[in-house]
């Protein structure tokens, strides 16, 4: 134990890497053998989750050190490896932090809904946040693969937690799509990088600049766009709206934060470490796949503001959200990439908290379209009041943390010439705000149908959202603190300060 | 004694057949299958180190010196296969003793083991001989005794089966008695390093190029290459479970390194690959097996057809890296060899224990079982990943080594028909997953604790192969040696 301390942060084998990956793990161990007693179930559960936000949030401080830690060789020059670096560390911290809060919400969620097969639901999250650790973690291509597909097939059966024909349709959407991509595209990508670089390590300043011509990198850049389906690009999206027949809580943390974080942060590290932005701004290899993300974000922001049923909104807005993460790698601009980076924090706690209020609405009112919402702001004050807050944060109005990166993206399209781009990612607010805003403002300024014979939900239910909505509003605050540690990237070390 | 292993390595189980024939006794045929089984392990494991430390072993059959004599070789090319098949065969010894009990009448079982040691005995001698005819005799007896273990099989079909096999079995067997014939009417001897010395000065011979055809031809039949198939979804369906497992982990295995053994070390791989267009005919082959076999495993009603139609799939991933001929691809084709020999037998063996326990391996059948037997269905998806090549599973690995060697040689179209085959297999695996997940389970099924034997024996082999997948560096390293020795010598 005390050896384990004792290399926490060593700059050669960080103990602290695997321990990481292994908490949820060990705390999936545990909901297993606690599976006869839910109290110490959940518990388990929870301490795992805020035992894993202590120790990621441990890494801050060693966030500018060089931490690796060489798990096992896995084929003859390729091995499984863990690395800190700034991206990482947000996406692993994003992660961390939610998983506890959500844990809480699960709680009120599943007992309130009277959910059959708990253990098996919090068994498969905590190994999905695993997959979202070693993700985060990975040094190599490789590495961040493996934890990849584990993550896409840990959380199939919580999309189909459900067991109905729906869960059955939408499952298998879900997987086919996903391993279709990663297999068909992704790993393609991976072997044809390893055979032009002879690595797969991620490098400051791109793996593979100086090894590739200007087509094989466009067709590369594409094959990986496309290949990380969980980016959720047209038309690889259908996906996610598919697994929105999972339970709410799942949504929340997954489909708003865990996998499709997981995908944004792999284009992100793929641009950065395996294309360099250099190369790719100088090769133009990104251009294509910018249009195509522009594209995806209009037409998802359209679609989310037609439909009706709330999940399916929520989830097309997280369809265009995402699009301007993968806006900001083909801009391939240190500013953009910080932006792109920042939104990946910024829609991850606004969503989730969007999420969450969609399940105390559903588990309390048992109401799933937007136009059944009238009124209920007056009964469930807190909880549209938290959906308020998330709604202006995604929108990137001010003063909660969604405005700044989009600032900092409005920035990168300027700095890079693409004024179109500009325009993209104002209409995309636009929509934001047709697709978002309708829906507090009708629960608090239209009278409701029928006076409504419950009042606000219950406190797991509600406490959450409200928390994760404060965090919007804090991240205004501390935008600046979050994207520091970016500056350690030599790339992105000119990054511009937050007026 | 040490010196007289590679000869034990076939004797132990030659000598069990006999034995198990004449004992009668179901308990003691079944200990002699397992004993020769763990006794070949031990040759295998001990040969191995010393082919590691010391080098190429061979020695004279009878003290009957080479080229006059019959020679045993054991070098890198045929340690994994010796590793792989006598570690098949002691888990099959395992599994088989509860799962035959049920399958099959009482008084027969005896003659099941004698002929498993007869199949073990045949495919060990392919593996260890140096000598050509040798070869073929060997492959004949594992041939025969294949042809009754499948007609041993519950169903009357399991006699059609058999007989199907028989026929399309012997005409392979024939074929490649005409080339090792044909082979030896140009150079006079039959001792494989001495036909591929001998060979060397021969290009341009129309004989000889028959009897790269007649051999390659004949040993593609046993191997099931697409087209010539058509033998195996009904043989290793109809067969009993146990002889499935070992049969669609190591028969068409074996076919594979004989068929290496020929094309690389006895032809050489500038005859048959430089100046005949195997390869090309190869890839094109294997392209076709790759996308039909995965293609018509969608569509199968039973799990047992449905995992072989995979397996004549799976077949193409390996012909695809045998007609690369470049080191790399054959590497991957031999880590393939080892991969799904150990996936496949994984799911049969599943399939044998859903056939002890539901009756049945009929997909209707197997409505909702996951939710009653959720181990043996966790034990299914694992190694159903493998099959569509999904990380952390050793199918992953052979496929990231198929992709590479196929992109170093610029090979677009094969590797974009393994990946679409990759992608069928996730529908055939989807399809079992979502019966098992989804479906309602019916009332009749009669529902008994299952062998303790058997379920170790399913959980070895899944968890061997995420072993595979996690650290490759055994199976890999192996292979790589094996491939280097075999390219080495065809030079």
Same mark, same amino acid.
């Given at each position: 134990?005390?050896?384990?301390?004792?290399?926490?942060?060593?700059?050669?084998?960080?103990?602290?890497?695997?321990?990481?990956?292994?908490?949820?793990?060990?705390?999936?161990?545990?909901?297993?053998?606690?599976?006869?007693?839910?109290? !110490?179930?959940? /518990?388990?559960?929870?301490?795992?989750?805020?035992?894993?936000?202590?120790?990621?949030?441990?890494?801050?401080?060693?966030?500018?050190?060089?931490?690796?830690?060489? @798990?096992? *060789?896995?084929?003859?020059?390729? *091995?499984?490896?863990?690395?800190?670096?700034?991206?990482?560390?947000?996406?692993?911290?994003?992660?961390?932090?939610?998983?506890?809060?959500?844990?809480?919400?699960?709680?009120?969620?599943?007992?309130?809904?009277?959910?059959?097969?708990?253990?098996?639901?919090?068994?498969?999250?905590?190994?999905?946040?695993?997959?979202?650790?070693? =993700?985060?973690?990975?040094?190599?291509?490789?590495?961040?693969?493996?934890?990849?597909?584990?993550?896409?097939?840990?959380?199939?059966?919580?999309?189909?937690?459900?067991?109905?024909?729906?869960?059955?349709?939408?499952?298998?959407?879900?997987?086919? !799509?996903?391993? /279709?991509?990663?297999?068909?595209?992704?790993?393609?990508?991976?072997?044809?990088?390893?055979? !032009?670089?002879?690595?797969?390590?991620?490098?400051?300043?791109?793996?593979?600049?100086?090894?590739?011509?200007?087509?094989?990198?466009?067709?590369?850049?594409?094959?990986?766009?496309?290949?990380?389906?969980?980016?959720?690009?047209?038309?690889?999206?259908?996906? @996610?709206? /598919?697994?929105?027949?999972?339970?709410?809580?799942?949504?929340? !943390?997954?489909?708003?934060?865990?996998?499709?974080?997981?995908?944004?942060?792999?284009?992100?590290?793929?641009?950065?470490?395996?294309?360099?932005?250099?190369?790719?701004?100088?090769?133009?290899?990104?251009?294509?796949?910018?249009?195509?993300?522009?594209?995806?974000?209009?037409?998802?922001? #359209? =679609?989310?503001?037609?439909?009706?049923?709330?999940?399916?909104?929520?989830?097309?807005?997280?369809?265009?959200?995402?699009?301007?993460?993968?806006?900001?790698?083909? @801009?391939?601009?240190?500013?953009?990439?910080?932006?792109?980076?920042?939104?990946?924090?910024?829609?991850?706690?606004?969503?989730?908290?969007?999420?969450?209020?969609?399940?105390?609405?559903?588990?309390?009112?048992?109401?799933?379209?937007?136009?059944?919402?009238?009124?209920?702001?007056?009964?469930?004050?807190?909880?549209?009041?938290?959906?308020?807050?998330?709604?202006?944060? =995604?929108?990137?109005?001010?003063?909660?943390?969604?405005?700044?990166?989009?600032?900092?993206?409005?920035?990168?399209?300027?700095? /890079?010439?693409?004024? #179109?781009?500009?325009?993209?990612?104002?209409?995309?607010?636009?929509?934001?705000?047709?697709?978002?805003?309708?829906?507090?403002?009708?629960?608090?300024?239209?009278?409701?149908?029928?006076?409504?014979?419950?009042?606000?939900?219950?406190?797991?239910?509600?406490?959450?959202?409200?928390?994760?909505?404060i965090g919007c509003a804090a991240l205004f605050l501390v935008a600046e603190a979050v994207i520091t540690p970016l500056s350690g990237i030599p790339e992105l070390s000119g990054i511009v300060e937050l007026p | 004694m040490t010196v007289q292993l590679p000869f034990v390595q076939v004797l132990l189980p030659l000598l069990?057949?006999?034995?198990?024939?004449?004992?009668?006794?179901?308990?003691?045929?079944?200990?002699?299958?397992?004993?020769?089984?763990?006794?070949?392990?031990?040759?295998?494991?001990?040969?191995?180190?010393?082919?590691?430390?010391?080098?190429?072993?061979?020695?004279?059959?009878?003290?009957?010196?080479?080229?006059?004599?019959?020679?045993?070789?054991?070098?890198?090319?045929?340690?994994?296969?010796?590793?792989?098949?006598?570690?098949?065969?002691?888990?099959?010894?395992?599994?088989? +003793?509860?799962?035959?009990?049920?399958?099959?009448?009482?008084?027969?079982?005896?003659?099941?083991?004698?002929?498993?040691?007869?199949?073990?005995?045949?495919?060990?001698?392919?593996?260890?001989?140096?000598?050509?005819?040798?070869?073929? &005799?060997?492959?004949?007896?594992?041939?025969?005794?294949?042809?009754?273990?499948?007609?041993?099989?519950?169903?009357?079909?399991?006699?059609?089966?058999?007989?199907?096999?028989?026929?399309?079995?012997?005409?392979?067997?024939?074929?490649?008695?005409?080339?090792?014939?044909?082979?030896?009417?140009?150079?006079?001897?039959?001792?494989?390093?001495?036909?591929?010395?001998?060979?060397?000065?021969? +290009?341009?011979?129309?004989?000889?190029?028959?009897?790269?055809?007649?051999?390659?031809?004949?040993?593609?039949?046993?191997?099931?290459?697409?087209?010539?198939?058509?033998?195996?979804?009904?043989?290793?369906?109809?067969?009993?479970?146990? &002889?499935?497992?070992?049969?669609?982990?190591?028969?068409?295995?074996?076919?594979?390194?004989?068929?290496?053994?020929?094309?690389?070390? &006895?032809?050489?791989?500038?005859? &048959?690959?430089?100046?005949?267009?195997?390869?090309?005919?190869?890839?094109?082959?294997?392209?076709?097996?790759?996308?039909?076999?995965?293609?018509?495993?969608?569509?199968?009603?039973?799990?047992?057809?449905?995992?072989?139609?995979?397996?004549?799939?799976?077949?193409?991933?390996?012909?695809?890296?045998?007609?690369?001929?470049?080191?790399?691809?054959?590497?991957?084709?031999?880590? +393939?060899?080892?991969?799904?020999?150990?996936?496949?037998?994984?799911?049969?063996?599943?399939?044998?224990?859903?056939?002890?326990?539901?009756?049945?391996?009929?997909?209707?059948?197997?409505?909702?079982?996951?939710?009653?037997?959720?181990?043996?269905?966790?034990?299914?998806?694992?190694?159903?990943?493998?099959?569509?090549?999904?990380?952390?599973?050793?199918?992953?690995v052979s496929k990231w080594a198929l992709a590479t060697a196929l992109l170093e040689r610029g090979q677009w179209p094969v590797l974009a028909a393994m990946l679409v085959s990759s992608l069928l297999a996730l529908v055939y695996v989807g399809r079992i997953v979502e019966v098992g997940w989804f479906r309602e389970p019916?009332?009749?099924?009669?529902?008994?604790?299952?062998?303790?034997?058997?379920?170790?024996?399913?959980?070895?082999?899944?968890?061997?192969?995420?072993?595979?997948?996690?650290?490759?560096?055994?199976?890999?390293?192996?292979?790589?040696?094996?491939?280097?020795?075999?390219?080495?010598?065809?030079?």
């Amino acid at each position: 134990m005390s050896g384990l301390l004792a290399t926490w942060t060593s700059p050669d084998q960080a103990t602290a890497l695997p321990v990481i990956v292994a908490l949820p793990l060990l705390a999936g161990g545990a909901v297993l053998l606690l599976r006869r007693h839910p109290n !110490l179930r959940e /518990a388990a559960s929870l301490v795992g989750g805020i035992a894993l936000a202590v120790a990621v949030l441990g890494l801050w401080p060693a966030a500018g050190r060089d931490l690796r830690f060489e @798990l096992w *060789s896995w084929l003859p020059g390729l *091995s499984f490896e863990f690395a800190l670096e700034p991206l990482g560390l947000l996406f692993a911290t994003l992660a961390a932090v939610l998983w506890p809060v959500t844990t809480v919400f699960s709680i009120g969620y599943l007992r309130g809904n009277r959910e059959t097969d708990q253990t098996r639901f919090y068994f498969f999250v905590a190994l999905t946040i695993a997959a979202a650790m070693w =993700i985060a973690l990975s040094a190599n291509l490789i590495t961040l693969f493996v934890g990849y597909e584990i993550m896409t097939l840990a959380t199939w059966p919580l999309v189909v937690h459900k067991g109905d024909p729906d869960a059955e349709r939408g499952g298998r959407t879900y997987l086919v !799509l996903l391993l /279709a991509t990663s297999v068909g595209l992704l790993l393609p990508a991976i072997a044809w990088t390893w055979l !032009l670089a002879g690595s797969t390590d991620f490098r400051p300043g791109g793996l593979l600049t100086g090894h590739a011509g200007t087509t094989v990198l466009v067709v590369l850049f594409t094959l990986y766009l496309f290949g990380i389906g969980k980016a959720a690009l047209m038309p690889v999206h259908r996906w @996610l709206p /598919a697994a929105m027949v999972a339970p709410t809580p799942v949504s929340a !943390l997954l489909h708003a934060v865990a996998v499709v974080k997981a995908g944004v942060f792999t284009v992100l590290k793929v641009a950065v470490y395996v294309f360099g932005l250099d190369t790719l701004d100088v090769s133009g290899a990104a251009r294509p796949m910018m249009w195509v993300a522009a594209v995806t974000l209009l037409t998802a922001g #359209v =679609i989310a503001v037609r439909s009706d049923n709330l999940k399916r909104r929520l989830a097309y807005s997280t369809v265009s959200q995402l699009a301007y993460i993968v806006l900001a790698a083909t @801009l391939a601009r240190d500013v953009a990439i910080a932006g792109g980076a920042l939104h990946m924090v910024a829609h991850a706690i606004a969503k989730i908290t969007l999420f969450m209020c969609a399940g105390a609405i559903y588990v309390t009112a048992r109401k799933t379209r937007v136009g059944e919402l009238d009124g209920l702001g007056r009964t469930m004050p807190w909880t549209f009041g938290a959906f308020l807050v998330a709604s202006v944060s =995604i929108i990137g109005l001010p003063p909660v943390g969604g405005m700044w990166s989009k600032w900092l993206l409005l920035m990168g399209a300027a700095e /890079a010439d693409q004024l #179109v781009m500009m325009l993209v990612l104002l209409v995309g607010s636009m929509l934001a705000l047709a697709y978002l805003m309708p829906i507090p403002v009708r629960a608090f300024f239209r009278p409701p149908p029928v006076a409504p014979l419950h009042g606000e939900a219950s406190p797991a239910l509600v406490g959450p959202p409200v928390l994760t909505a404060i965090g919007c509003a804090a991240l205004f605050l501390v935008a600046e603190a979050v994207i520091t540690p970016l500056s350690g990237i030599p790339e992105l070390s000119g990054i511009v300060e937050l007026p | 004694m040490t010196v007289q292993l590679p000869f034990v390595q076939v004797l132990l189980p030659l000598l069990g057949a006999p034995l198990c024939a004449l004992l009668r006794s179901r308990v003691a045929a079944w200990l002699l299958f397992l004993l020769a089984a763990l006794g070949s392990l031990g040759c295998a494991v001990l040969l191995a180190q010393r082919v590691a430390t010391a080098g190429t072993q061979r020695y004279s059959v009878g003290g009957w010196t080479a080229p006059v004599g019959i020679e045993f070789v054991i070098d890198d090319f045929n340690t994994p296969v010796l590793l792989l098949v006598s570690l098949i065969a002691a888990v099959v010894a395992v599994f088989s +003793h509860r799962s035959l009990a049920a399958e099959v009448a009482a008084k027969r079982v005896p003659l099941v083991y004698a002929c498993l040691c007869l199949v073990l005995a045949g495919m060990l001698g392919i593996a260890v001989t140096g000598d050509a005819f040798n070869a073929f &005799v060997f492959l004949e007896i594992m041939s025969l005794a294949s042809y009754a273990l499948i007609a041993m099989g519950r169903r009357r079909r399991a006699l059609l089966a058999a007989f199907r096999y028989l026929v399309v079995g012997s005409v392979g067997a024939v074929f490649v008695l005409i080339g090792i014939g044909l082979a030896y009417a140009v150079t006079g001897t039959l001792n494989m390093a001495d036909l591929a010395q001998r060979l060397g000065g021969l +290009h341009g011979n129309r004989a000889l190029y028959a009897a790269v055809v007649f051999v390659l031809v004949g040993l593609a039949v046993k191997m099931a290459v697409f087209p010539l198939h058509a033998w195996l979804p009904d043989a290793y369906a109809q067969a009993p479970s146990a &002889v499935g497992v070992l049969l669609s982990a190591t028969a068409t295995k074996v076919a594979i390194y004989a068929l290496l053994r020929f094309a690389f070390t &006895v032809f050489g791989a500038t005859l &048959v690959f430089g100046v005949m267009p195997v390869g090309r005919i190869g890839a094109l082959l294997a392209v076709l097996a790759m996308l039909i076999g995965s293609a018509v495993a969608c569509f199968q009603t039973d799990l047992k057809y449905l995992l072989a139609w995979s397996s004549i799939a799976q077949i193409g991933y390996i012909v695809a890296g045998i007609s690369l001929a470049t080191t790399a691809g054959v590497s991957a084709a031999y880590l +393939h060899v080892i991969n799904h020999a150990v996936t496949k037998a994984a799911l049969f063996a599943a399939a044998g224990l859903l056939v002890l326990r539901l009756g049945s391996a009929r997909l209707d059948d197997l409505a909702g079982f996951g939710r009653r037997m959720p181990w043996t269905f966790a034990a299914v998806v694992v190694a159903g990943l493998g099959l569509v090549g999904v990380p952390p599973t050793a199918g992953f690995v052979s496929k990231w080594a198929l992709a590479t060697a196929l992109l170093e040689r610029g090979q677009w179209p094969v590797l974009a028909a393994m990946l679409v085959s990759s992608l069928l297999a996730l529908v055939y695996v989807g399809r079992i997953v979502e019966v098992g997940w989804f479906r309602e389970p019916s009332l009749v099924t009669v529902m008994n604790r299952p062998p303790v034997s058997m379920v170790a024996a399913i959980w070895f082999l899944v968890l061997l192969s995420v072993y595979f997948g996690l650290d490759a560096t055994l199976p890999s390293s192996l292979a790589d040696a094996a491939a280097a020795a075999l390219l080495r010598n065809g030079g």
